[in-house]
């Protein structure tokens, strides 16, 4: 039988991987014994935290409006369980790779593998366009993947230098009102002391 996802089915893929990522962040945060290292992963993992709240609510109103749900068949497991497939999205949510990142000695290293799960769940996502039902699913799975483009984005500016004198500095405020690209919301604290 054919797996085809439906809107609302993606979008419990969506959430479930934002839940799992929020999980390795926070597994992460507890292997390391300083606490700069350990906000970064705590940050990290509220960031896909309100990423996964933000699916939810997206998959709520989603339903509200067309009153369609997910599928059961009771003859396809991953068709009513389609979160079982944000397991597949590899190492973007490994619940293993905690003991590996405990490795890093800087919030550097960890952010530049911050920026390498998100593209494996970039991957992950073009993957799942296979099994969609309809352009509206593919829809939602580019705009996931445009949400993860935004975090490596945002992921690879927080790894840039800080400006040296307060001269070189940009109101934070004005950047992001002027250019969203360049505010850094969550991830402008990642790499500050």
């Not at 926070?26 to 940050?43: G, K, T, W, Y």
């Not at 984005?153 to 800080?162: G, I, K, S, W």
């Amino acid at each position: 039988m054919d797996t085809q996802f439906n809107v609302f089915e993606i979008l419990q893929i969506a959430e479930k991987v934002e839940s799992k990522a929020a999980k390795f962040y926070l597994h992460a945060a507890e292997q390391f014994a300083d606490a700069e290292r350990r906000n970064v992963c705590r940050s990290l993992a509220g960031w896909r935290t309100e990423h996964r709240d933000t699916w939810r609510c997206i998959r709520r109103r989603y339903t509200e409006r067309t009153g369609e749900f997910g599928t059961f068949d009771p003859s396809n497991y991953v068709l009513s369980n389609p979160q079982v497939m944000a397991g597949l999205a590899g190492p973007g949510t490994d619940l293993y790779g905690p003991r590996r990142i405990a490795r890093y000695e800087t919030k550097e290293q960890i952010v530049q593998d911050a920026i390498r799960r998100s593209q494996g769940i970039i991957i992950f996502y073009h993957g799942l366009k296979e099994f969609t039902r309809g352009p509206d699913a593919r829809m939602m799975i580019d705009n996931a993947i445009s949400e993860e483009d935004r975090h490596i984005h945002l992921l690879t500016h927080a790894l840039e230098p800080v400006p040296s004198t307060a001269d070189d500095f940009d109101d934070p405020a004005s950047v992001a009102m002027s250019d969203p690209d360049r505010g850094l919301g969550h991830a402008s604290h990642l790499m500050q002391n």
